[in-house]
């Protein structure tokens, strides 16, 4: 490490410390340049905790010592350039340098593993006089790095002016230093020795002493309460790592984590449980684990199997040697009511239960020639899990359409239903699932989307608004009447976009109702219909029935026919705000396609306030993105689209990925929108019935920013990649 570095050490911030922190905790595999990471982390740690005006961690190298971080306090040179460049060389010199075994008091700490502490009144005054540092000394302190060997030495030399002591270190200060040294050193061990394993409790220390967090070793240190627990769940503690003490307020919590810093399980675990971390301790993982064992023993005790860390290995094999190759064997109806009944019931519970922690949003389950393939759409993404016997089909379809209450004697025709997963599952996974079956070349097809039950809405700004749409569709939502139509196809997230919508209006004194197929979120304060096509309760049958309740808002979750979209235009235009989702490409497409249900142009201008388009893209992960400039094709797409010129510096996934995306560059999504907000100009344009294509330059010209416009902004700011901006929204042709 050049000087110019070690004279930084003492001025990183809290935030890089951390982020540092988390990039060495977090690498199964550290490399070299993760020592020089700890070695700056402790040295900054040193220095900022004694107040020392010079600092030297060496570490032993081949039988010889090393110089490794030398800091000089601005302090000793003051306003004199010459002598701070004289310092600047000799720290640089002294990084080349390397001494032999036993030199110096350095030498001597290594050797017998013991600190050294002279003080300038003390009677090892003397030496220090001898010391050949080009400044005064006055007080030193020397200790070891040292696990199950001496690895190194940490040397302080005067304390800063400031500090008010006279330059002199104290006894605390040597319990300060010694502190630092003990935990720092077996992570620096770990960095240099890869078969020397950091155990949960020195990880944990070391966590906690860097994040300043009180650290939790014993239970009985710590207050919890079981009620809390017990209504968070073990499958949302697993999941998140997160244990839930005490509840600090009407809505917050203390927690325990094993690492405080992974910000993703902390924002994961206020959605599910809908309460604020208000405190944070740290625990070591094996205390974790004592903790859920002694909290949830019916979990712990359960056969693997049935343990909420899933493995499908087990009730795969136990699958295959029941349908072995050229089985014929069939499994009855009556055989797979009852899950202890028959290895089917159990795989298909756990390719549920994976697939919820996994964080997919579907699950397609496909028959094909010669076998039978499990797919999870994961971040907008299918991907194949497993492959299983094709024999196993048949006797999965059944049991999943016993689940949902459908007709098994039914294998022509498709079928739609729902499964209330927690009354198959003896663990706390309150999911939905909204099940679409049908037939295929090669046998019936089954696709589950998951409702999470647990997860909350997101806040709006959370959802990928640009700062001027979020301005726009806020204005929009709070309108006393008109009509709010999102498009996009399925699992673009229109329904979390209205949810958040209501939840920024959601007040004691507005009546909000929906009618909702399926109901996905439940909402505080919202009244929340279901619809049953099956005993004839349909969108057109509830919004005449909320027309006659008083209501403020009505949200419907999808305008599907002629009737259900002029019950809605008339609710707009009588004094209510009607918010509902269409199936369209684009904002003014949704003009067109109303009109294609029969609504007369003047009614859809007169009722319409805007029209939000929206896509979902992959965020590129923050770990393991690079930066490039783009250039060519891409630097062109971007200034046609932004209206301006670069240069763009943009990101593209690292190739292979990380273990925090597992490998595949993306964690997590991004909104992009399109709102078209009505105006004058607006009116005009659907009132003469113009093409779609002239509709989006007029919206355009006042002010509209359309779907691939804002995927460009979302790659400017680093949030996603062209390739998959471009993968999603192909450019705009009439710009």
Same mark, same amino acid.
């Given at each position: 490490?050049?000087?110019?570095?070690?004279?930084?050490?003492?001025?990183?911030?809290? %935030?890089?410390?951390?982020?540092?922190?988390?990039?060495?905790?977090?690498?199964?595999?550290?490399?070299?340049?993760d020592?020089?990471?700890?070695?700056?982390?402790?040295?900054?740690?040193?220095?900022?905790s004694?107040?020392?005006?010079?600092?030297?961690?060496?570490?032993?190298?081949?039988?010889?010592?090393?110089? +490794?971080?030398?800091?000089?306090?601005? =302090?000793?040179?003051?306003?004199?350039?010459?002598? #701070?460049?004289?310092?600047? #060389?000799?720290?640089?010199?002294?990084?080349?340098?390397?001494l032999?075994?036993?030199?110096?008091?350095?030498?001597?700490?290594?050797?017998?593993?013991?600190?050294?502490?002279?003080?300038?009144?003390?009677?090892?005054?003397?030496?220090?006089?001898?010391?050949?540092?080009?400044? &005064?000394?006055?007080?030193?302190?020397?200790?070891?790095?040292?696990?199950?060997i001496?690895?190194?030495?940490?040397?302080?030399?005067?304390?800063?002016?400031?500090?008010?002591?006279?330059g002199?270190?104290? =006894?605390?200060?040597?319990?300060?230093?010694?502190?630092?040294?003990?935990?720092?050193?077996?992570?620096?061990?770990?960095?240099?020795?890869?078969?020397?394993?950091?155990?949960?409790d020195?990880?944990?220390?070391?966590?906690?002493?860097?994040?300043?967090?009180p650290?939790?070793?014993?239970?009985?240190?710590?207050?919890?309460?079981?009620?809390?627990?017990?209504?968070?769940?073990?499958?949302?503690?697993?999941?998140?790592?997160?244990?839930?003490?005490?509840?600090?307020?009407?809505d917050?919590?203390?927690?325990?984590?094993?690492?405080?810093?992974?910000?993703?399980?902390?924002?994961?675990?206020?959605?599910?449980?809908?309460?604020?971390?208000?405190e944070?301790?740290?625990?070591?993982?094996?205390?974790?684990?004592?903790l859920?064992?002694?909290?949830?023993?019916?979990?712990?005790?359960?056969?693997?199997?049935?343990?909420?860390?899933?493995d499908?290995?087990?009730?795969?094999?136990m699958?295959?040697?029941?349908?072995?190759?050229?089985?014929?064997?069939?499994?009855?109806?009556?055989?797979?009511?009852?899950?202890?009944?028959?290895?089917?019931?159990?795989? =298909?519970?756990?390719?549920?239960?994976?697939?919820?922690?996994?964080?997919?949003?579907d699950?397609?389950?496909?028959?094909?020639?010669?076998?039978?393939?499990?797919?999870?759409?994961?971040?907008?993404?299918?991907?194949?899990?497993?492959?299983?016997?094709?024999?196993?089909?048949?006797?999965?379809? %059944?049991?999943?359409?016993?689940?949902?209450?459908?007709?098994?004697?039914?294998?022509?025709?498709?079928?739609?239903?729902?499964?209330?997963?927690?009354?198959?599952?003896?663990?706390?996974?309150?999911?939905?699932?909204?099940?679409? =079956?049908?037939?295929?070349?090669?046998?019936?097809?089954?696709?589950?989307?998951?409702?999470d039950?647990?997860?909350?809405?997101?806040?709006?700004?959370?959802?990928?608004?640009?700062?001027?749409?979020?301005? +726009?569709?806020? &204005?929009?939502?709070?309108?006393?009447?008109?009509?709010?139509?999102?498009?996009?196809?399925?699992?673009?997230?229109?329904?979390?976009?209205?949810?958040?919508?209501?939840?920024?209006?959601?007040?004691?004194?507005?009546?909000?109702?929906?009618?909702?197929?399926?109901? &996905?979120?439940?909402?505080?304060?919202?009244?929340?219909?279901?619809?049953?096509?099956?005993?004839?309760?349909?969108?057109?049958?509830?919004?005449?029935?909320?027309? @006659?309740?008083?209501?403020?808002?009505?949200?419907?979750?999808?305008?599907?026919?002629?009737? %259900?979209?002029?019950?809605?235009?008339?609710?707009?235009?009588?004094?209510?705000?009607?918010?509902?989702?269409?199936?369209?490409?684009?904002?003014?497409? %949704?003009?067109?396609?109303?009109?294609?249900?029969?609504?007369?142009?003047?009614?859809?201008?007169?009722?319409?306030?805007?029209?939000?388009?929206?896509?979902?893209?992959r965020?590129?992960?923050?770990?393991?993105?690079?930066?490039?400039?783009?250039?060519?094709?891409?630097?062109?797409?971007? +200034?046609?689209?932004?209206?301006?010129?670069?240069?763009?510096?943009?990101?593209?996934?690292?190739?292979?990925?990380?273990?925090?995306?597992?490998?595949?560059?993306?964690?997590? @999504?991004?909104?992009?929108?399109?709102?078209?907000?009505?105006? &004058?100009?607006?009116?005009?344009?659907?009132?003469?019935?113009?093409?779609?294509?002239?509709?989006?330059?007029?919206?355009?010209?006042n002010?509209? +920013?359309?779907?691939?416009?804002?995927?460009?902004?979302?790659?400017?700011?680093?949030?996603?990649?062209?390739?998959?901006?471009?993968?999603?929204?192909?450019?705009?042709?009439?710009?």
């Amino acid at each position: 490490m050049a000087t110019a570095s070690s004279a930084n050490a003492s001025n990183l911030t809290g %935030t890089l410390r951390r982020s540092l922190l988390i990039k060495v905790i977090s690498k199964p595999a550290p490399s070299r340049e993760d020592v020089n990471t700890v070695i700056e982390l402790t040295a900054s740690k040193v220095v900022e905790s004694l107040q020392a005006q010079s600092m030297t961690l060496y570490l032993v190298e081949g039988g010889e010592i090393a110089f +490794k971080q030398v800091y000089y306090s601005p =302090t000793l040179w003051g306003t004199d350039t010459d002598k #701070e460049m004289s310092f600047k #060389e000799t720290a640089r010199k002294l990084l080349l340098l390397k001494l032999p075994a036993g030199t110096g008091n350095v030498g001597k700490v290594i050797q017998t593993g013991e600190p050294m502490f002279f003080s300038g009144k003390g009677s090892d005054a003397a030496s220090l006089k001898n010391m050949n540092v080009g400044f &005064e000394v006055n007080s030193m302190l020397t200790v070891p790095l040292k696990t199950n060997i001496v690895i190194g030495a940490i040397q302080v030399l005067n304390k800063e002016p400031a500090a008010g002591t006279g330059g002199q270190f104290t =006894t605390k200060d040597l319990s300060v230093l010694r502190e630092v040294a003990e935990y720092s050193s077996t992570l620096i061990q770990r960095m240099l020795d890869p078969k020397y394993q950091l155990s949960a409790d020195d990880t944990a220390k070391f966590i906690a002493k860097f994040t300043e967090l009180p650290l939790i070793t014993k239970i009985e240190d710590v207050e919890i309460e079981e009620k809390l627990v017990e209504i968070t769940g073990d499958a949302i503690i697993r999941r998140e790592g997160i244990f839930p003490c005490k509840k600090t307020g009407a809505d917050t919590v203390s927690v325990l984590m094993t690492n405080p810093l992974d910000y993703a399980k902390r924002e994961a675990f206020q959605q599910a449980t809908e309460l604020t971390i208000d405190e944070v301790k740290v625990i070591p993982a094996s205390l974790l684990e004592t903790l859920l064992k002694k909290f949830f023993k019916d979990a712990s005790s359960a056969k693997k199997a049935e343990s909420t860390d899933v493995d499908l290995d087990e009730v795969t094999d136990m699958i295959g040697n029941a349908y072995a190759e050229g089985s014929t064997s069939e499994v009855k109806a009556s055989d797979l009511e009852s899950e202890d009944s028959a290895p089917i019931i159990q795989l =298909t519970n756990r390719i549920i239960e994976d697939a919820y922690i996994s964080g997919a949003s579907d699950i397609h389950i496909e028959p094909m020639e010669k076998d039978l393939l499990v797919r999870y759409r994961i971040d907008g993404v299918c991907a194949e899990k497993l492959r299983l016997p094709k024999q196993v089909a048949n006797a999965m379809v %059944t049991r999943l359409k016993i689940m949902c209450n459908l007709d098994i004697s039914e294998r022509r025709l498709p079928q739609d239903g729902r499964i209330v997963f927690k009354k198959y599952t003896k663990k706390n996974i309150d999911i939905d699932l909204r099940v679409a =079956t049908g037939p295929m070349n090669h046998g019936e097809k089954i696709v589950m989307r998951i409702l999470d039950k647990q997860k909350s809405t997101l806040p709006l700004p959370m959802l990928g608004f640009s700062e001027e749409n979020l301005t +726009k569709y806020r &204005e929009c939502v709070r309108q006393p009447y008109g009509m709010i139509l999102h498009c996009g196809p399925t699992g673009s997230g229109k329904s979390m976009t209205l949810y958040s919508a209501l939840g920024e209006v959601n007040t004691p004194d507005v009546n909000i109702q929906t009618a909702e197929d399926p109901i &996905e979120y439940t909402l505080a304060g919202i009244n929340q219909m279901q619809m049953n096509r099956q005993i004839g309760l349909t969108f057109e049958r509830a919004l005449r029935c909320y027309l @006659r309740m008083d209501p403020d808002i009505i949200l419907v979750g999808e305008i599907r026919d002629k009737e %259900t979209a002029q019950i809605a235009c008339e609710a707009a235009l009588t004094g209510h705000l009607l918010v509902s989702t269409l199936h369209t490409n684009d904002a003014p497409s %949704t003009v067109s396609r109303m009109g294609e249900m029969g609504i007369e142009p003047f009614n859809i201008s007169a009722s319409l306030v805007c029209v939000c388009a929206q896509r979902l893209l992959r965020r590129v992960c923050k770990n393991c993105k690079t930066k490039y400039v783009a250039e060519g094709r891409e630097h062109e797409i971007l +200034k046609k689209a932004l209206g301006e010129d670069g240069p763009f510096e943009i990101f593209k996934p690292a190739p292979g990925g990380c273990h925090i995306c597992g490998g595949s560059g993306y964690k997590g @999504r991004v909104g992009i929108h399109e709102l078209m907000v009505n105006c &004058e100009q607006i009116v005009e344009a659907i009132n003469k019935e113009v093409e779609v294509a002239d509709l989006k330059r007029v919206c355009m010209k006042n002010g509209m +920013k359309t779907l691939h416009q804002d995927s460009m902004l979302k790659v400017k700011m680093g949030l996603t990649t062209m390739e998959d901006a471009l993968g999603n929204v192909p450019p705009d042709l009439i710009l």
